[in-house]
Every structure is written in C-alpha cells, then in structure tokens.
C-alpha cells in the first residue's frame, strides 16, 4: 500500500506535524496531509500491526483534526478519519439488497471429499490441473461492503444470503475498514466486497474478563461475539470492542475504461485479494497460496490445520477457490453454493454430551458459581467434564436441565463453554436445576444484591472463603509463592495448619515436614519462596488481597497512586475515581474493603511478618539516573530476561514503551533484532543499545 519512499516522507510530515500542532492555530490547507497521515497511522496500526507512533501522537494528531475541521466545517469529507464517530445510538437496521446474492460454501472433511470435487471440477472444465487459491476460513460473521467513488458507501450483515440488515454505522467502527480507498486506481466506479467481522482471541479474552468482572456471564466464542456486536445499537460501544474485518472475496463491480492494465489483477481470485491489500484492506494476501492440482492443496490444508492455534484469530477451516475468475464464471454454481470453491472444515471443536448434574461451588467473594458435571467427552484432543454454568439467570437463559443432551465448544485456548441445551432431545424425565438457598459449604444463608446475577453465601469466616482467598493470595500472577497451590493449601488448612492468610508466613514447616510427600527439598523451596514473596512489588500484593473487581490492572493503578500501601485507607470515593479507569462500582468496592476491620487487622499483621506494604518504583526513581528515559526492546536478551530487564528500567526511574517512536529514547537490541531496530534506525533520536551497554548504564 506504500511504498518506502512514502513511507518515508509521511513519518518526516508526522513528525513535522506533531511540532506545528501547539505552536499556532493549525492551517486549513493543511487539513488534508494531517487526514493522509492519519490514515498513514491507521494502517500501520490496523493493518500492519506496526505502528510508527505512540498512541498519544496519534491521539494528538487525530484530536488536532478534529479541531480543524470544527473550525472548518466546509472542509470535512465523508472518507475523513473522523468519520467514523457516530455519536447518536442506531434505531434500526434496515433491510437492504445486497447487489449479488451471497451464497454458501460447500464442505469438505477429509482428503476423499476434495479429490471427489476437484474430479467433477476436471471434468467440467477439461483440464488436466487446475490452479486453486488457499486461503482461511474465518471463523466470524459475514458481512458485504460497497464503495462508489472510492467512498465506503453501505455495510450489510448476510442476512439470508438475499437480503441483510444495513449495519454501515457499526463497520464504520472497524477500524480495518477504510472509510476511503482508492478502487479509482483500477477503474472501479463502483464494487461489493465479502469478508469477515471478526474478534481475535486477545480481544475476546480481554472482553470476557471485563464481564467476567461484572459478574456477566461470558460469551460462548468470538465468532458469537463479533456476530453480537455487530447487532448493538451504541456505534461507540461497538467500537470498544475491537472488531476486526478480513475481506475475501469481490461478488461485483462496474468500471470504466481507465486504468485497464491494474484491472488485470482482477481476472484471478489472488489478484484480486492482492488488489484489496494494495487498497489498504486486511485481505488473506499473506495466508493465501496459490497451488496447482489437488494433491497439494490436500498437503497444505493438513499443514495449516497443524499450526491453527498459532494464529490471532479463530478458523474453522480453509476455503478452496478456483483462481481463474474466468474458469469460475464457466463452472457456475448449484442453486446453493459456487462449483469452484469448497471449505475444508477442520475437526470439529464441538461436541455434544449429556449433562449428569450441578455442583455449587463456592467462591472467595462468596459467590456461589454452578458448575455443569458433564458425561465427559473429548474435544480438539481435551476431555471435558465439567463447565462453569456461571448464575441463575444464564441457566435460565441458556433453557437447562439435568439429563439434557448439550451442545459445548472449546474455541482454540479458550475455557469450553455450552453453547446450548438440544431441548427437542428431551424425552420428559429431565429435571430443572434448584438454586439453593443456603451456602453448601457453611450452610449460611445465600444473598443476592439489587441488580446482580450472583448469590453470594455473606459468612466471611465460610471456610470455602478462606481458602479460596488464600489460594488467590498465593497464585502466579499475585505473590507467586510456588509450592503453595491449591492441593496443598486445602491440605493445610484441613490439617489446622493454615487458618488465613497470614498463615501462609507462619506455617508450622516442622510438622508439615512429617507429611507424607514432603521431603527436605519440597520444604525448604517452599520456604524460599514464602520468604521470597514477600518483596513482591506492591501492585502483587494490592491484586493479591482479592478485592471485588479489582484485577492486575486495576491492582497496579492502586499501587502507584501511593508510596505505602495504607494510604489507600485515606483516600475517599472521589479520589479513587479520579484514577485511571476506576468508575464508581469499583471505587465503592474498594472504599468497602478498607471499612472493614479485620482488613486493616490483616494489612498490619501482614507488615509486622515483613511483607513488602512500599511502593519500590516511587521510592527509588527520586534518585533513579534513567528519570523520564523511555526503553524498548527488541530481539532476545541472552543475560536477563525480558522482564528483568524492564524492571531494572522501571527501578531506576524510567519508563516502557509498547513501540518504536519518536518519543523513545533507548532501544536495547538483543540477538536477532527484526523490525523495531529498522524502524528506530530511521528516526535520529533514538539511541540503539546492545544488551552490554544497556547493563552499564542501569549498572549491573
Ligand atoms: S468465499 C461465493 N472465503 O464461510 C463465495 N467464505 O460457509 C463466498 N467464510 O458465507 C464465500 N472465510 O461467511 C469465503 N475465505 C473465505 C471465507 C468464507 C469465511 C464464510 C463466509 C461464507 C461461509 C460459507
């Protein structure tokens, strides 16, 4: 899309900009470089994945656009970058046509199935070999864009492959889409293109805990995800769940006769995922191949299903496509599906089973989660026999019963999940599932909040509580202490050895020593690492108390509002929404926590055993010589692990960047450096260390 020269020249007018803006008011004639430049940004970032500047000069740039065009009205554009913005909620989504219908594939399962159509395919065409395009099968919701005049005019849902729903404000949220491209370059007046909405598993994940911290129960997968955000009327929530689109296919286009030579990519299918790519959309030209005869696409489709987990996102399969558009045209379709193009549908990550019973457990906020008890069945090579069924209300909605047969799915690394109850298998003895009405470990009664789905058992000394918080407390991402895991902290807390949490710094050592199954080693690395535990930086102890909503995230925002951790005590609702992304939920959770006594008991008990209750970082960067200095680094470090390394930076005082850009200062590059060093090569400001030099100047 550009080239390196225009790469070039558009990070010198990014950082030529970046020193205009501030200094006067900005100048309309201008207004179109700042536009080009933030597309320029916008494809480095969406498409790319490579951004060349840090998110605040983006934001800097994009805010400056803003202004100018509100003091230019006249000027704006419909293709311009701010565009996108739809501040009033959708009300409906018409019903519109789309220009060809959008058919469905045909599928295969195995190397039979493919040798079977590329055969009829053969036959059809009187050739020897035919060549195919390979690419993946996105495994998200369809979708038809159309642009005239390089504009994107109209965004539809599938619908039923004739008519779908006018869902353009919600595309323009995707910011992989371009609102702008240039199909003029090819003579195209006017094109519809298919792909693919999509959510990564990065962002699902993120987005299932953000529920998940809610106490919302989760969505079954992306592909659910992406189809369900696409539907929602807020344009603005849309955009904060960070779809993706990959475009895959052009179902039609008019043209003139201008530029007839580019229009030459048109007459393969690679071509034309090759010209999208050039226009700046995510097509598959990357995970495309191009390959004649059956024999290899088979060898190529069991490769890739081999290295499917590796990739972002979710696929489902591969789609065959005949490549000549010409032979595609003569080999037609059936009333259902095109004759040259078939899936490969990989083993499926589905399975159905029978669900036994509910089991209630009990969690270390009180919240009583049922978790399904399944017949077990494998899925994608892992057996899985039980499932959170999250609250009340999911079970309700999801219709389950015990004895009903159940659809499951595990998406890739994702936690398996019931996608729903096959009611039509019910034969009549299968019973509903009866929440209980006391906490089945302590016994006390259960209570659910206004607006909550969860019940909670309110009992804090419930023993289900306490160890669960103790095993919180312990766990990788908060104090780490290695040796104390789940089975044995419910081993010592049967045993009396382990009552709560500053238990865990005076176990009795001598007489688990006595335990079976714990030798000299076993006791004496648990005990460094109990001792060593308790140096963890505060943030580890801030997310280890397990306060209500407060996740790593969060943890670290408390932490370094503060030089000690007790000042937390003094800091009011609206100091603690002042802070970054704390709204009043999670204010007022935390405001709880430090009301209640036997916390304040805990934190100073846990400080008179020694743990760590300072902010280490602010302490130390009063005197730290890197103050204000940015690092990033890049390759693989040989005598410090990367998070050593970024330690060693934040102890002195200076900070981490995510990218290069011209607001770093140092770029550490460790062996087999890639495209950070490039990129900081090119900007004069950066200063490029080894691992060496690096060591010297934080003096290690
Ligand atoms: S081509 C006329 N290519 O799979 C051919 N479809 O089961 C149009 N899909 O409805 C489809 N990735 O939503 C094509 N690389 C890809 C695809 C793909 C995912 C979806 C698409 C289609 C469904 C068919």
Redesign the pocket.
């Known amino acids: 899309m550009y080239s390196r020269d225009q790469t070039i020249k558009l990070q010198k007018e990014t950082e030529s900009l970046l020193r205009l803006i501030g200094n006067q008011s900005f100048p309309p004639g201008k207004i179109g470089l700042l536009r080009d430049v933030l597309r320029f940004h916008e494809y480095r970032y969406y498409i790319l994945n490579e951004p060349l500047v840090a998110d605040q000069e983006y934001d800097i740039l994009y805010k400056e656009l803003e202004k100018a065009e509100r003091e230019n009205p006249l000027l704006i554009s419909p293709g311009s970058p701010t565009q996108r913005v739809a501040r009033d909620l959708t009300k409906d989504f018409p019903t519109v046509q789309h220009l060809v219908p959008?058919?469905?594939?045909e599928?295969s399962y195995d190397a039979d199935d493919l040798v079977g159509w590329d055969r009829k395919g053969r036959e059809l065409t009187g050739l020897k070999a035919i060549e195919y395009c390979v690419?993946?099968?996105?495994?998200?919701?369809?979708i038809s864009l159309i642009y005239e005049n390089d504009l994107f005019t109209r965004g539809a849902t599938?619908g039923d492959?004739v008519e779908g729903d006018d869902i353009t404000t919600n595309i323009k949220q995707v910011r992989s889409v371009p609102l702008e491209a240039a199909f003029s370059s090819y003579g195209i007046n006017q094109i519809e293109i298919?792909?693919?909405v999509l959510m990564t598993k990065k962002n699902f994940q993120k987005y299932n805990e953000s529920l998940a911290e809610q106490n919302l129960a989760p969505l079954a997968n992306p592909r659910n995800s992406a189809a369900g955000t696409l539907r929602i009327k807020d344009p603005r929530e849309v955009s904060r769940r960070n779809l993706e689109a990959?475009l895959?296919?052009v179902?039609f286009y008019t043209h003139t006769e201008a530029h007839s030579k580019n229009r030459e990519l048109l007459r393969t299918h690679s071509g034309n995922l090759e010209m999208l790519w050039n226009l700046g959309f995510r097509s598959?030209q990357k995970e495309k191949k191009v390959m004649k005869g059956i024999e290899s696409v088979i060898g190529y489709c069991h490769e890739f299903e081999a290295r499917r987990d590796d990739l972002p996102y979710e696929?489902?399969?591969?789609?065959i496509?005949v490549n000549d558009i010409a032979l595609q045209d003569q080999m037609g379709?059936t009333t259902h599906?095109?004759r040259w193009?078939i899936?490969f549908k990989f083993k499926a990550r589905q399975a159905t089973t029978t669900l036994k019973s509910v089991e209630f457990q009990v969690g270390r906020t009180g919240a009583v989660t049922p978790v399904a008890k399944l017949d077990p069945v494998s899925i994608g090579g892992v057996t899985v026999g039980s499932i959170s069924v999250h609250n009340e209300e999911y079970i309700r909605e999801k219709d389950l019963k015990i004895g009903d047969k159940v659809l499951i799915e595990r998406a890739g690394d994702v936690i398996p999940q019931i996608v729903k109850s096959m009611a039509e298998l019910r034969k009549g003895d299968e019973q509903s599932i009866h929440f209980p009405k006391n906490c089945p470990v302590c016994g006390s009664k259960l209570a659910k909040e206004e607006e909550e789905a969860v019940w909670r058992c309110v009992n804090i000394e419930c023993p289900a509580q306490v160890v669960e918080k103790i095993i919180h407390f312990s766990s990788k991402d908060a104090m780490d202490i290695r040796g104390l895991g789940e089975a044995n902290i419910r081993k010592f807390y049967e045993l009396g050895f382990l009552n709560d949490i500053p238990g865990i710094y005076q176990l009795p050592i001598d007489k688990i020593g006595s335990i079976e199954g714990f030798g000299d080693k076993s006791i004496s690395n648990l005990r460094t690492a109990i001792e060593a535990s308790k140096s963890q930086p505060l943030h580890r102890l801030v997310y280890a108390l397990g306060i209500r909503f407060v996740g790593e995230t969060t943890a670290k925002v408390l932490a370094s509002a503060v030089e000690y951790l007790p000042e937390l005590k003094n800091k009011n609702l609206e100091d603690l929404q002042n802070l970054e992304d704390i709204g009043p939920k999670v204010a007022g959770s935390i405001l709880r926590f430090f009301q209640i006594p036997d916390n304040i008991l805990m934190l100073q008990e846990l400080e008179k055993l020694g743990i760590n209750m300072h902010n280490e970082r602010q302490k130390k960067s009063i005197d730290g010589h890197l103050d204000g200095k940015s690092f990033l680094f890049t390759g693989t470090l040989t005598q410090l692990k990367r998070s050593e390394a970024e330690e060693l930076v934040e102890k002195n005082g200076g900070n981490i960047l995510s990218g290069v850009s011209s607001k770093l200062d140092y770029l550490v590059t460790g062996e087999d450096a890639g495209s950070k060093l490039e990129k900081a090569k090119k900007i004069s400001s950066i200063k490029i260390l080894s691992e060496q030099e690096f060591l010297r100047i934080v003096g290690s």
Do not use: Q, T
């Open positions: 959008m058919l469905s594939l599928n690419e993946p099968k996105f495994d998200g919701a369809s599938r492959g298919r792909g693919e990959f895959y296919h179902s598959p696929i489902d399969g591969l789609v496509k379709m599906h095109p193009a899936a």
